[in-house]
């Protein structure tokens, strides 16, 4: 069966600090995988991940994969208060469409 | 324009009650699913709908039933609710069911059962 482990589960820091989040997984027949954020709603898609050693980037925030270690890290730099959320990592199968979540890092950025 | 909406977005009800959930999307896509959100911000997939058809289909009691009359459309019914049906359900969609493209998702439905 397919799992993701996140960690560290929660984390407080100041306002400006560089947080990363981490993600290990274990999938059949890897594809994919996938950052998310989660405020209050709706998680909202920010990478997907496919290759070894490419680096991701949008804004203070990047991912990038290690395929053959079976990892993934998020990192956020310069953290804001809106970066408060829970961040959900995700693998894909290449069987099938289905994304299995790990149970996400509880990001809290006070000032 | 919401890309993924679900109604309602809340719903209290009492144990052993029938309730619906229903999910639209206006992205075009050919891939729906339904996820479960537990209070421990675990999520959990249900089933999948390509075109239509029933793709995935989870461990799931068979008290809940999706229904897709179109690909825009997923809805979710649950019979004879349970406390342990508690949870926030999230509809999302994908353009394939390949795993080209990310999911979208709806802002949840969050389903109390007292």
């Known amino acids: 069966e397919d799992k993701v482990v996140q960690s560290p589960l929660s984390l407080v820091v100041h306002e400006g600090d560089t947080v990363t989040l981490n993600c290990s997984y274990e999938?059949?027949?890897?594809?994919?995988l996938l950052w998310y954020k989660q405020e209050k709603k709706a998680p909202t898609f920010l990478f997907m991940l496919?290759?070894?050693?490419i680096e991701k980037k949008s804004g203070r925030l990047s991912s990038i994969l290690d395929k053959k270690e079976l990892f993934s890290i998020l990192n956020i730099t310069a953290t804001q208060t809106g970066d408060s959320a829970i961040y959900l990592c995700a693998v894909r199968p290449g069987t099938a469409s289905k994304l299995t979540f790990g149970t996400g890092t509880r990001l809290q950025v006070t000032l | 324009d919401t890309a993924v909406s679900q109604t309602p977005k809340y719903l209290v009800t009492q144990m052993g009650n029938d309730k619906s959930i229903k999910c639209e999307q206006n992205?075009?896509?050919?891939?729906m699913y339904w996820y479960k959100q537990d209070s421990k911000k675990f999520l959990k997939i249900m089933f999948s709908y390509n075109n239509k058809e029933l793709i995935i289909n989870e461990t799931v009691p068979n008290r809940f039933s999706p229904k897709s009359p179109d690909k825009a459309h997923l809805n979710l019914h649950i019979n004879s609710l349970e406390l342990g049906d508690s949870a926030v359900y999230f509809c999302?969609?994908?353009?394939?069911?390949?795993?080209?493209?990310?999911?979208?998702f709806g802002n949840g439905t969050r389903l109390t059962v007292t």
């Open positions: 496919t290759s070894s050693g």
């Open positions: 992205l075009g896509h050919d891939t």
């Open positions: 999938v059949t027949n890897f594809r994919s």
């Open positions: 999302a969609s994908s353009q394939d069911f390949v795993g080209s493209s990310p999911l979208h």
